[in-house]
């Protein structure tokens, strides 16, 4: 048919046939004024996906926009995408991956009725790889009704969450959709790792207009058993164009009968996990007995922490497991070694059997210990290996596929162990990274190539024990949630290769909140966003995709950073005095126009003053005058040169010992010149520029201040820190995420705890980021406790975290607020136990569990706390971290072996009880 009477005002064509492969789309969607609705795709007609070829639709009227399209004869699918251009040029793509419409057959010509695609956030999570993939994982073809008749009449969907034994169809009032019939639906069919269901019925048996609805089919039933919630659907009157071959009908948003999907997983930390096949350590090699055991109570989800490489001074520093060496590079502490492969030496298996059973005793992980006996184990099985390894296919398909971070991570470990350092810095000719040279140093056959070619052997046991053990769980059902730190060491592989990309003479950290009163210094250095923007981000596009191969979830440590980072300078050593970066300073003048004297040496100096020495220094404020300080006036001070910067000061006193042997003398004269150091009211950021130093009210220099002056400094302050920042911030973050979020299918949650500014619950709720819900640690000032009931569904709800204490563990450290938890949250009158007993436990976990969060996970600590025979009598060992210790030993081992746990008969049905009334129902 010749279009010539077609009108930019009309549905469709005048005359009432169509050539052959001609489609006329039309796709629903209320623009405002100005916005126009565009569509590319593959193959010249669509350009090519070039967005200036892309075709502009012609608006009709009801929201309907419409185009023609002349196909090639034989094109068997189309793929093609919808974009909406804004009066001001904007282009806004419709959500999700490419249309793919699969043409039929010997078809003259096709009607396809599109919606616009953008689900809500519900939905959206729905079709992360954690669900879709994992979850209501389809392992066989599920066939839906063809129709052989010449006109066609076709209905798809995507719908992700299927359970298994039902299978989606559609009923209505036509006969080809069973007239409402529940026995008589038309069946729709999808493909096995798909979630596009489809079917078609005789065109001519439909009548125009027509209501109908999609529902769930039970297999085995052979019926109807549960339509969509809400209204019914409806096609307009289309009866005039019988002419047609085809008529296809693509919709979006399946209403979910059941309602929105929740699920329970369970937290533990790989090392943590015990059994009598691991080695001092917990292991990958331990996570599908812990997968069995989850599927089996009624868990959906395994979550972990980091497992990257943090080997750099051989030591119980290493054991922080978010200061990694490589994003890339997996932890060889983590390894079997049975699995990897045996040794022949007799004498040498009955050695390790041994020291495995020694360190197996042992109720905290010896981290320094078991490295040590591993990395012996590593080398003794390598030189047995090695004439034969390097020529497995496996390997050098697993080479070849990762080789462009493998070998500058191989070249690095074995610099860091031959310089005796992981700082680069002091490694001569090679503290610069060049890739022809380092690509030089590691060809095969050069006297260092078994020292180097050792991590190419580690790193492929470790890619395939930890992907053997993924694979496992996504057959099981289970999601493997992963966690990805928000830094990297500044003695790390990137670091050293890509430098441009960090700001490596800055520190990340974090501000005051209830895990560490003076703040957090991490260590790391920030991000320079502006370079890494120049590429798109390819950097962290590469690390999410390489964590996709391993996991279908994560959770990103401090989402906060990719809004604003606290940035501590070089020069300091606490987390008070940093400040966020990106930020928008404040300048002299403004500063005065809150009614404020800008003094700068009472505001920005250190204020020291004779009266605050005694309460800091005690019997020793004498020595820290002579020592320390410099008299300016009468009873004023400041610190000497030598002496006016934290890191100066902590250079001084830890020159001849280190943090631990630091004696208590010292320590405390230490500490308290931090404390002088740190009593400022403003943080110098540059010429003119002036943050608020966090926290100021807690400063004697606040406290010496009248009350007058106090208020101006906290109406300041509220501003900068709470108001200022909110629409600079979330333009920061919308700059970013988007696009690295949109490197993988994985599930995302962020990590939202502490000093969250208001802009960082629309971005994560904008772009389908489940945020973190803590009963002890609400989100809003004027309440102490977030009453799980409360939680949002775009969120995961837990007990705790491994920087918090245990339910136990928290029961017993402040008894007023655990009488106010006890008769306020839990709702229990009379006197709060002393001792968080099983039953208080599980009231605990069950109202987790009936949260309406997607997901309540639970620290498995908190778990066994429910069966007071089953749990370690040493509440406060469960611990896993102190924020506030950098020099912290991660060593929490479980008391209970895996194996006991999967037959603790009692324990199991308590939590396979929970699970089922709660509604959190595996796929």
Not at 240 to 251: C, K, N, P, Q, T
Not at 357 to 363: D, F
Not at 539 to 563: N, Q
């Amino acid at each position: 048919m010749n279009c010539k009477k077609y009108s930019k005002t009309t549905d469709f064509c005048s005359e009432k046939h169509f050539n052959k492969m001609e489609i006329f789309l039309k796709i629903h969607y209320h623009t405002k004024p100005g916005e126009n609705i565009f569509i590319t795709g593959k193959g010249d007609i669509l350009g090519n996906w070039d967005i200036v070829k892309a075709i502009r639709l012609n608006y009709s009227q009801n929201g309907n926009w419409t185009i023609l399209l002349n196909i090639p004869e034989g094109t068997t699918e189309m793929e093609y995408k919808y974009f909406l251009m804004d009066q001001w040029d904007k282009m806004i793509w419709e959500w999700g991956k490419n249309r793919t419409l699969r043409l039929p057959l010997n078809q003259d010509g096709l009607f396809v009725q599109d919606h616009w695609i953008y689900p809500v956030n519900e939905e959206k999570v729905l079709f992360s790889s954690a669900l879709k993939d994992v979850v209501f994982k389809r392992e066989k073809n599920l066939k839906g009704a063809t129709s052989k008749s010449k006109k066609i009449l076709q209905f798809s969907i995507a719908v992700p969450a299927v359970p298994q034994g039902y299978q989606i169809c559609v009923s209505g009032e036509s006969k080809a959709l069973g007239n409402w019939d529940v026995e008589k639906p038309l069946l729709l069919g999808c493909d096995a790792g798909d979630v596009v269901w489809s079917g078609s019925a005789n065109l001519d048996h439909f009548t125009f207009p027509s209501e109908y609805k999609y529902g769930y089919y039970d297999t085995r039933m052979k019926k109807l058993v549960a339509f969509e919630s809400g209204h019914n659907r409806s096609l307009e009157d289309h009866s005039e164009w019988r002419d047609i071959a085809g008529y296809l009908v693509s919709d979006v948003g399946f209403k979910y009968p059941q309602g929105p999907w929740r699920g329970a997983g369970v937290a533990v930390p790989v090392f943590s996990l015990r059994s009598d096949e691991s080695f001092g350590i917990g292991e990958f090699n331990d996570l599908p007995d812990l997968i069995d055991w989850a599927k089996t109570v009624g868990l959906s989800m395994v979550q972990i922490l980091p497992v990257n490489e943090t080997i750099a001074t051989h030591s119980w520093l290493d054991s922080y497991p978010y200061k990694s060496i490589s994003v890339f590079a997996l932890h060889p502490v983590f390894l079997n070694l049975q699995k990897m492969g045996k040794l022949k030496d007799k004498k040498a298996i009955a050695q390790f059997s041994e020291l495995q059973q020694a360190l197996n005793a042992e109720e905290f992980v010896n981290y320094p210990e078991v490295h040590k006996i591993k990395s012996a184990y590593f080398k003794l099985l390598f030189d047995q290996e090695k004439d034969s390894f390097f020529e497995d296919p496996s390997y050098v398909a697993f080479f070849e596929s990762n080789k462009d971070w493998l070998v500058p991570y191989a070249a690095y470990a074995f610099l860091r162990d031959k310089n005796k350092t992981a700082d680069f810095r002091k490694w001569g000719k090679y503290s610069e990274y060049n890739r022809k040279s380092i690509e030089k140093l590691c060809q095969p056959g050069t006297k260092d190539w078994d020292d180097i070619s050792i991590h190419y052997f580690l790193q492929y046991h470790l890619d395939k024990q930890l992907k053997e053990v993924s694979s496992y769980a996504r057959k099981q059902g289970i999601v493997l949630k992963g966690d990805i730190p928000i830094g990297i060491s500044p003695n790390s592989v990137e670091a050293w290769t890509e430098p441009e990309l960090f700001n490596l003479r800055a520190q990340a950290g974090a501000p005051p909140d209830a895990f560490a009163i003076k703040g957090q210094n991490w260590g790391f250095p920030t991000y320079n966003w502006e370079k890494m923007a120049e590429d798109g981000y390819i950097w962290w596009k590469k690390r999410l995709s390489k964590m996709a191969e391993y996991f279908d979830a994560y959770r990103i440590d401090h989402i906060l950073g990719f809004f604003r980072i606290w940035e501590i300078p070089e020069h300091a050593v606490e987390g008070l005095l940093g400040t966020f970066n990106p930020a928008l300073p404040l300048t002299a003048d403004e500063i005065k126009s809150f009614g404020l004297d800008f003094d700068y040496e009472r505001l920005v100096k250190p204020y020291i003053r004779h009266h605050l020495l005694g309460h800091l220094f005690g019997v020793f404020t004498d020595e820290v005058i002579d020592n320390f300080l410099e008299e300016t006036a009468y009873r004023t001070f400041k610190m000497k040169a030598g002496f006016d910067t934290q890191k100066k000061v902590n250079d001084h006193f830890l020159k001849d010992t280190d943090e631990e042997n630091l004696d208590e003398k010292n320590r405390r004269i230490r500490d308290g010149l931090f404390e002088l150091i740190a009593n400022v009211l403003f943080i110098e950021s540059g010429y003119n520029q002036f943050q608020p130093r966090i926290t100021f009210q807690h400063t004697s220099s606040f406290a010496d201040m009248d009350i007058d002056t106090q208020n101006r400094l906290n109406e300041l302050y509220n501003h900068f820190f709470y108001k200022r920042h909110d629409d600079f911030w979330y333009h920061k973050a919308m700059d970013k995420l988007p696009g690295i979020i949109s490197a993988t299918d994985m599930l995302v949650c962020g990590e939202d705890l502490g000093m969250v500014p208001d802009c960082v619950h629309p971005v994560m709720d904008q772009l389908g980021i489940l945020s973190l819900e803590i009963q002890r640690m609400s989100k809003d000032p004027k309440r102490k406790f977030a009453h799980p009931a409360d939680a949002p569904y775009m969120s995961v709800c837990t007990t705790s975290t491994h920087d918090m204490s245990t339910t136990r563990g928290w029961w017993e450290s402040d008894r007023n607020l655990i009488q106010q938890f006890y008769n306020e949250q839990l709702g229990n009158p009379g006197e709060a136990p002393f001792f968080a007993e099983p039953w208080l436990c599980e009231q605990i976990v069950r109202q987790h569990a009936h949260s309406p969060a997607m997901w309540t996970t639970f620290p498995i600590q908190d778990l066994m706390a429910m069966d007071g025979a089953f749990r370690w009598e040493k509440t406060h060992e469960e611990k896993i971290n102190e924020p506030s210790n950098v020099r912290h030993h991660w060593k929490y081992r479980m008391f209970q072996k895996i194996s006991d746990l999967k037959h603790s008969g009692r324990l199991n049905d308590l939590i396979r009880q929970i699970i089922l009334e709660s509604g959190r129902f595996p796929g």
